[in-house]
T-cell receptor, first 115, second 120 residues
Framework: GAVVSQHPSRVICKSGTSVKIECRSL??????MFWYRQFPKQSLMLMAT?????????EQGVEKDKFLINHASLTLSTLTVTSAHPEDSSFYIC???????????FGSGTQLSVL | AQKITQTQPGMFVQEKEAVTLDCTYD???????LFWYKQPSSGEMIFLIY??????QNATEGRYSLNFQKARKSANLVISASQLGDSAMYFC?????????????????FGAGTRLAVHP
């Protein structure tokens, strides 16, 4: 089946620094990728839709200047958490679809801890 | 408004028994898809089963089946012959869209999840 690779799986950073998370579709092209955020013992909340070659679409309440999304190619989307603060600590997970396929495939997630 | 509702925060089942995880949804879009994902403690999201709003039959995938009751807007997951490895969080999700060939816009909205514990 389709594989989505997410890197890094875990990152610890100091408050005020920026962190970049990569999401790659390994065996298919993805014009659209999605970024989710999950707090402990909670559900996945959609943050934004990443569109190849155009600006990302952010969900209500998500700061686009805080969470920068770049979808530079058909196989790579990046999420950069800028000037991270402890409240940004969370599990971030990306997903992608080959297009007409109904399934969304998920990366393995990134656990971000901001000290 | 809550689009996906999972009313069971936690469920217990004996190994080899069947278990039903509830999911109700709310949409005015005639074209939609319903998904179930499993999330073990490692955090990965594992696709289990899919049901399209126009599908005539209930979806089945091995030990997983989806009890789709369109009029009641419910899409319950049935796991038969539970195994210890089935212990995990289970999420129901919905995609509203323009149909199967909508061009890949597959935003999923997730329910709160149900934690399933399988006991030996």
């Amino acid at each position: 089946g389709a594989v989505v690779s997410q890197h890094p799986s875990r990152v610890i950073c100091k408050s005020g620094t920026s962190v970049k998370i990569e999401c790659r579709s390994l065996d298919f092209q993805a014009t659209t990728m999605f970024w989710y955020r999950q707090f402990p013992k909670q559900s996945l909340m959609l943050m934004a839709t990443s569109n190849e070659g155009s600006k990302a679409t952010y969900e209500q309440g998500v700061e686009k200047d805080k969470f920068l999304i770049n979808h530079a190619s058909l196989t790579l989307s990046t999420l950069t958490v800028t000037s991270a603060h402890p409240e940004d600590s969370s599990f971030y997970i990306c997903s992608a679809s080959p297009g007409t396929n109904e399934k969304l495939f998920f990366g393995s997630g990134t656990q971000l801890s901001v000290l | 408004a809550q689009k996906i509702t999972q009313t069971q925060p936690g469920m217990f089942v004996q190994e080899k028994e069947a278990v039903t995880l509830d999911c109700t949804y709310d949409t005015s879009d005639p074209s939609y898809g319903l998904f179930w994902y499993k999330q073990p403690s490692s955090g990965e999201m594992i696709f289990l089963i899919y049901q399209g709003s126009y599908d005539q039959q209930n979806a089945t995938e091995g030990r997983y089946s989806l009890n789709f009751q369109k009029a009641r807007k419910s899409a319950n997951l049935v796991i038969s012959a539970s195994q210890l490895g089935d212990s995990a969080m289970y999420f129901c999700a919905m995609r509203e869209g323009r149909g199967r060939f909508s061009g890949g816009y597959n935003k999923l909205i997730f329910g709160a999840g149900t934690r399933l514990a399988v006991h030996p």
